[in-house]
């Protein structure tokens, strides 16, 4: 019996400690979520737009993993320009590892490939 008052006491003590954590009942801070963009070629230049904002990355020999952070839905918006003739992956992944886009193709030296992808955060 003074076993089970003694575990009660305890349990009790250490539940009634408890603090409430402010980071996450602050509404101002905002947590984001992280997709990926890789691009598999020989070599490629790759511009993304995200939120507004540009960005270019040059792949050489291989797969660049390329991550992109956001709060909201919004639309990647992708420019692949194939400096060689070659076959190039574009793979999307958002934040709840769901393949958003998975292609393959053929590009010739020069080619330009526009694509825009829907990121939801459901």
């Known amino acids: 019996m003074k076993l089970h008052t003694y575990l009660f006491a305890i349990i009790f003590l250490s539940l009634s400690s408890c603090t409430k954590n402010s980071t996450f009942s602050n509404p101002e801070v905002v947590v984001s979520k992280e997709g990926i963009l890789r691009i598999e070629c020989e070599k490629c230049d790759v511009n993304y737009h995200i939120n507004n904002k540009d960005f270019n990355v040059s792949v050489v020999n291989g797969s660049n993993d390329i991550p992109f952070y956001y709060t909201s839905d919004f639309n990647l918006k992708t420019e692949v ?42």
């Open 81 to 122: 320009v194939s400096k060689e003739e070659q076959n190039i992956r574009v793979l999307v992944i958002d934040s709840f590892g769901r393949i958003v886009s998975n292609e393959l193709s053929a590009r010739v030296k020069g080619e330009v490939s526009k694509m825009e992808y829907a990121i939801k955060t459901r």
